[in-house]
């Protein structure tokens, strides 16, 4: 399940991922980050991903496929957990990501308000 956060605002939004995400609401909120890019043309995302986060492989598909084509109109990226494999995976991520002018940083879970300041700056 994937649900808007209520701090969202502007060209920033946050969401919370939980449980299995099907295809069908990988592609609702593909639309809406659509939607936000063709008001602000670059935005900021904020991701809680919870414990119980898992994903199909169709919309895990449908996911990179998107990223790879919008990430012109990615400015910031906070990934927010307490996954140490999430942490390693962001640590990773964000040393490619910069090489697309993308700023990527992971926080803990604990680091909410920390990692809302730091997209919203």
Known sequence: ???KLPQSEGATIGIRV?????QAQEQEWINTFDSLIAQHNKINLLVVI???????FEAALTDLKWTFGHMKHM????IVSSGRVIKGLV???SFF???VNIEEKYFDV???ETAWNW???
Do not use: C, P
Request: without cysteine.
């Open 119 to 121: 997209i919203k700056s």
């Open 50 to 56: 919870d414990d119980t986060f898992s994903v199909g």
């Open 18 to 22: 939980s449980g299995k995400v099907d």
């Open 1 to 3: 399940m994937i649900t």
């Open 110 to 112: 604990n680091e909410l």
């Open 91 to 93: 640590e990773i991520d």
């Open 75 to 78: 400015n910031r990226l906070a």
């Open 97 to 99: 990501a910069k090489m």
